[in-house]
């Protein structure tokens, strides 16, 4: 009967774990599916580069954990793409950067630029500093536009001045900052909370970029605390709620921005600084230049750019009232602009864009154009370009003819131009980044990684020396006991007390599940947005790996190294193979060199191969009737096909008979048998860098499936511990209630 109930059971659990399984693979696919999909038509439609700051996936690294999709704020940014996170939707990445922070496995790199594209940004260090002594950049001239990016290298900046900066005050000011935009406001504010003499002097007026949005723009942004303020900004905040909030926190600090001053030059060196400006000169230790890359608008470069009813940036909608207005752009702040004033106005709104589709900007945008499109409110003309601006129209060009619009006011929202003469002027030296990670280029801004990494580290040690003593402290309390067989136990004078039914190896079973249970914690936190900002996921993978290592052994010690019953057996098999699924995840799958990613080890690999295939072609040309040797030697030089690690086994004894069949059959052809071995062992070489690859493909794509195990057997492990305090329940072992 017992048997019976236990084989229904075991039944019942297979039959959950397989629909499960299946649930998820299925669910998986199709997921994968559509953000294939969404990938080969962002490339098609010309929408494959992002326009800033975005990741890069290193696809050996990452383990499918796919935490880093659902974290971004612009939405499916990020899918899923043979198997492994991939940037899908590149235009609508904006750089918000916590698809890095939540990989687990630092899979992600943010990296400014392509191959084809290069983006030019001033040489920084660790800290901010430039190549001239003394001067730092920190926000958008930097790279880091967005507002929560720009507050905390202004914040990081700060506190490394503070750190270096002579403790006593002196006869000028520790800094000068540049900017009264989110980077160069929270520069200032952690320099007052540091108690550090400073200016703070802007161009035109607070708030920096900010202050130009078009009224009650809606801007995006994340909290974070600010000196004299604490929880700074919301996921969703109006241009004017975001200025008053600054005033607010520069009021409270007692700060004051000195507007309308433009830098024109820095003299001196660090220390001792003079700075030119537009009403006299400034004197500072340090410079903090925070001026952003929009000060210079991008302009037309069009006949009749100059003419004043040219604007390059849309602030009170209500001037163009009944006017007809040419917005000028496809990116954010076009459409912006022209969903504004068909919205706001009268206008007779008409915007022109240089592709055939809008890519840059926020699918919200988009969707919201289109819609007032169709109603008739705008007019679209996609894939044209400003020819000339006349005072009274202005003329396109579009499909290879021109065409003259009447017009009464243009928006050019194009964007701004790094103020790249001045950088020259003050001695910062630029660089253009292809593709390229600027931590790599003297470790700009990497003092927080390094610093996240150092506590990581005393994290895992920690943990480490934990589960030790643990483990130490099990093995101490009852060495002599564990060490019998199993038949003399009964013997011991401590039985009652270590046997898993006793109140210390019950007890050990207790604390161990509801260890073990807490590794759920890790998948909650990748799932539950009320936890992402509780520490970094990698963080808690330390913990995962921390419980889902010392869990077994707690759980020997609380079975007495015994298995008597068939669930206590089905649960810890379940609960090895959880572990040694988590183990091939972590620390083996990416040791194999797929077909996508440890690319120093494939490029090296694909040059030998293409070296050696060329001087096999050589040969093989000018024997006579060579038509055979390079019929097969052609098929050793292609891409092998995918096939299961079970095929390629059957595959290779087969495919070496026939190599070793055609082979022989080519020897005549030769000129000596000494020409035909040589032949035929370069071919064997080649034909072995054929099989690595394959072999390489196989395994990737048979480990690949670890995921499934782990999660499927996860909740099978569950349900296993369930029935298992079920039945210790229904047995009467309830002391721990009583």
């Known amino acids: 009967m017992a048997a019976s109930v236990d084989l229904l059971l075991l039944l019942g659990l297979l039959v959950v774990g397989a629909t499960f399984a299946w ?36 696809a050996d690294r990452c383990i499918g954990s796919l935490s880093c999709i659902e974290v971004c704020p612009e939405g499916d940014v990020l899918g899923v793409v043979d198997g492994k996170a991939a940037l899908v939707n590149p235009s609508a990445c904006i750089g918000h950067g916590k698809c890095q922070v939540e ?44 507002i929560k990016n720009a507050i905390t290298q202004g914040l990081q900046c700060a506190r490394y001045l503070v750190s270096v900066l002579p403790k006593e005050a002196g006869e000028v000011d520790d800094v000068l ?137 849309l602030v009170d909608p209500q001037q163009y009232e009944g006017t007809r207005v040419l917005v000028v752009g496809g990116g954010d702040a076009a459409l912006e602009a022209a969903i504004q004033l068909a919205e706001e106005t009268d206008a007779e709104v008409t915007l022109s864009y240089r592709q055939p589709e809008f890519g840059k900007a926020r699918e919200a945008n988009k969707r919201r154009f289109r819609e007032l499109a169709r109603e008739g409110r705008v007019v679209a003309r996609m894939a044209s370009n400003v020819k000339e601006v006349r005072p009274e129209s202005a003329v396109l060009e579009q499909g290879g003819a021109l065409q003259e619009l009447g ?12 103020p790249a003469q001045f950088l020259k ?27 996240e990494d150092r506590a990581h580290r005393r994290l895992a040690v920690w943990l480490f020396a934990l589960g030790a003593t643990v483990v130490v402290t099990l093995a101490a309390v009852g060495w002599d006991y ?54 970094t996921i990698r963080t808690w993978l330390t913990f995962h790996q921390f419980v889902g290592f010392l869990s077994p052994v707690v759980i020997a010690f609380h079975a007495a190294f015994q298995s008597r019953n068939q ?102 052809l030769f000129p000596s048998d000494v020409h035909a ?11 072995q860098m054929q099989g690595q690859v394959a072999f390489y493909q196989s395994l990737k794509r048979l480990l690949a499936g670890w995921r499934v195990f782990h999660v499927v057997l996860a909740v099978l492990l569950v349900l296993l511990i369930s029935a298992h305090i079920g039945v210790s329940l229904f047995l009467g072992y309830r002391w721990i209630f009583q």
């Open 23 to 58: 649930t998820t693979l299925r669910r998986r696919a199709r997921r994968q599916e559509a953000d294939t999909r969404a990938l080969n038509e962002a490339i098609r439609e010309g929408r494959d580069e992002a326009p800033t700051l975005h990741p890069v996936v290193n």
């Open 103 to 146: 990989c687990p496995m630092d899979a992600i790199q943010l990296v400014f630029g392509s191959s084809k594209r290069g983006v030019d940004l001033p040489d920084l260090s660790e800290f901010f500093e430039t190549s001239r002594a003394g001067v730092h950049i920190v926000g958008e001239l930097g790279g880091m536009g967005l």
């Open 177 to 313: 900052v540049v900017g009264a935009g989110p980077a160069g406001l929270a520069t200032a504010l952690a320099l007052q909370e540091a108690g550090k003499r400073f200016t703070v002097v802007d161009q035109e007026t607070l708030g920096g970029t900010i202050s130009h949005y078009p009224r009650q723009k809606v801007v995006m942004t994340e909290r974070v605390k600010l000196p004299f303020y604490g929880r700074f900004g919301a996921a969703r905040i109006s241009k004017e709620e975001l200025l008053e909030a600054w005033q607010s926190a520069l009021g409270k600090a007692g700060i004051s921005v000195q507007q309308g001053v433009k830098v024109e030059g820095i003299q001196g060196e660090d220390g001792n600084f003079t700075v030119t400006t537009s009403r006299g000169e400034l004197r500072a230790r340090k410079v903090v230049l925070a001026i952003g890359r929009r000060g210079t608008p991008r302009k037309l470069g069009v006949p009749g750019e100059d003419l004043e009813k040219v604007a390059y940036r």
């Open 407 to 418: 017009n009464d006011f243009v928006l050019a929202c194009l964007g701004g131009e790094l």
């Open 425 to 451: 002027a003050v001695g910062v030296s630029m660089t253009r980044l292809h593709g390229e990670n600027p931590s790599a280029r003297a470790g700009r801004g990497s003092a927080r990684k390094a610093a």
């Open 482 to 535: 564990y060490r019998l067989p199993h038949a003399e136990r009964a013997g011991h004078a401590a039985h009652e007390w270590l046997r898993p039914a006793g109140p210390w190896g019950h007890g050990v079973g207790v604390v161990a599940t509801l260890v073990m249970m807490s590794n759920f914690l890790y998948a909650v936190r990748k799932r539950w947005g009320a936890l992402k900002g509780y520490s």
């Open 567 to 668: 669930l206590a057996t089905l649960t810890a098999a379940s609960l090895s193979v959880v572990v040694l699924t988590g183990v091939v995840g972590r620390f083996i799958y990416a040791l194999v060199p797929g077909s996508d990613g440890r690319a120093t080890e494939r490029e090296d690999l694909a040059r030998r191969w293409e070296r050696l295939s060329g001087r096999l072609s050589h040969e093989a040309a000018t024997l006579p009737h060579g038509n055979e040797a390079e019929a097969l030697l052609a098929t050793a030089m292609v891409t092998p096909p995918q096939r299961s690690v079970l095929g390629f086994l059957f595959h290779v004894p087969r495919q070496r008979l026939s190599d070793a069949r055609a082979l022989r059959r080519l020897r005549p």
């Open 677 to 687: 071995r040589e032949f035929a062992d370069a071919f064997g070489k080649l034909r």
